[in-house]
């Protein structure tokens, strides 16, 4: 039985007196074709784009932080002993992968002719420079250890350039206090995030050096950051780490330290949800339209197959069986384009970008085969769904002989 509507979709859609209706196809399997490629593409651009400044604010920063319930999202922190009896309690959770301490100081960087307000931000052995050293440029990362307090410093590019800064130069700070304190570090590389509120105040320093300008005991931090291994997991880690740490600190994710930059990327997702909804519409309205092109055409031919005994659902599934040939062609089709795209942008960075104004230098892309697996069983089944009402049209039609002299 399914090999003969199998059979009479193939011939009926190749048929070569379809001179009407093989335009007509083409351009609907044209427009499911263009349908998956904007699809993929929105979808892999975002995803792309999104964990891309994602990653910039977590290796500047981590994915929780702790710190005092008296800092305020001010940059001279209120210290605390690191030694917390929480961290053990912390250290049990499989999902966290690293503790490391910091503080930050409010500085001015003078050169000869340049003046710039900066954040020292001060870190020590824990530091993940494995997340890190994907934004440096230049030089070399710090050889920040227990034995011996490190000189070095890292800035952006950007902040080197504005002041003429080069690796090797040693860079005057001052640090308005009572009394005020000035330190010579040396410049050992320097960095890019593309993000502005990084890159245009961020120097990265020895630890030691901001708890000896604020006169800390070497046990006191500003602050611990934590990350974590699966960013799916941040906001219930978030909840883990607050109920260990006690009332007298504080543990917020990355999320709620940067809220603008997360909510504005969350806009991503409803601009690609709006994209996906009027593009399948589209292709929705052209195959329904293709269809019933399709139906008047073989009108004639519907009588004669009623005549010779096809039942009303044979006849409906021989014309679902020619849709879905249509949809598959399309799919195919767009699923290598856009596949293609894809890697050809992931790999050789083809279309750039502004990085001052959309925070990277390229367009960036991100897919894995489960989301274009479901995207495409998505597509599939909508299209199908749909076609079942031009399907049950066409095997009620008409009586036999009406169909059989339509002209």
């Not at 997991?233 to 260990?244: A, P």
Request: charged share 20%; with cysteine; glycine share 6%.
């Amino acid at each position: 039985m399914n090999a003969v509507e199998n059979l009479l979709s193939k011939r009926l859609l190749k048929a070569k007196d379809n001179q009407y209706t093989r335009p007509i196809i083409r351009l609907s399997v044209l427009g499911i074709s263009i349908c998956l490629i904007i699809i993929i593409l929105a979808l892999s651009i975002s995803t792309g784009y999104k964990n891309a400044i994602e990653k910039k604010v977590i290796d500047m920063g981590s994915h929780i932080r702790i710190s005092n319930y008296d800092m305020n999202y001010s940059f001279d922190p209120k210290p605390f002993d690191k030694n917390q009896p929480f961290l053990e309690d912390l250290k049990s959770n499989p999902d966290i992968a690293n503790f490391q301490y910091f503080a930050t100081k409010v500085g001015i960087i003078k050169t000869k002719d340049q003046v710039e307000g900066i954040i020292v931000k001060g870190i020590d052995s824990t530091f993940s420079w494995e997340h890190f050293r994907s934004n440096m440029l230049e030089g070399n990362t710090l050889q920040v250890n227990d034995s011996q307090i490190c000189n070095g410093v890292l800035m952006s590019k950007s902040l080197a350039r504005k002041l003429k800064l080069h690796i090797g130069d040693k860079v005057f700070t001052y640090f308005v206090q009572d009394p005020p304190m000035q330190r010579r570090f040396i410049l050992e590389g320097t960095f890019e995030t593309g993000l502005p509120e990084y890159d245009d105040k961020f120097v990265i320093a020895d630890l030691r050096h901001v708890q000896k300008l604020n006169r800390w005991d070497s046990n006191y931090v500003g602050g611990i950051e934590i990350l974590i291994r699966d960013y799916d997991q941040l906001e219930e880690v978030g909840n883990f780490v607050n109920d260990h740490i006690g009332y007298q600190l504080k543990a917020e994710t990355i999320q709620q330290i940067y809220p603008e930059i997360f909510q504005w990327t969350e806009l991503f997702d409803t601009n690609v949800m709006v994209l996906m909804t009027i593009t399948i519409f589209i292709c929705i309205v052209t195959l329904i339209s293709t269809f019933f092109i399709i139906i008047l055409e073989q009108t004639p031919n519907i009588g004669i197959l009623k005549a010779m005994g096809l039942t009303t659902h044979r006849v409906r599934k021989v014309f679902m069986l020619i849709g879905l040939r249509i949809i598959i062609e399309g799919m195919l089709i767009g699923n290598a384009i856009a596949v293609g795209l894809c890697l050809i942008q992931k790999y050789f960075h083809l279309i750039k970008l502004d990085a001052s104004s959309y925070f990277v230098d390229y367009v960036p892309v991100e897919f894995n085969i489960p989301i274009i697996v479901a995207i495409n069983a998505g597509i599939l089944t909508i299209c199908l769904l749909v076609l079942l009402i031009p399907a049950t049209f066409v095997a009620k039609k008409n009586a036999t002989i009406q169909a059989i002299q339509f002209d």
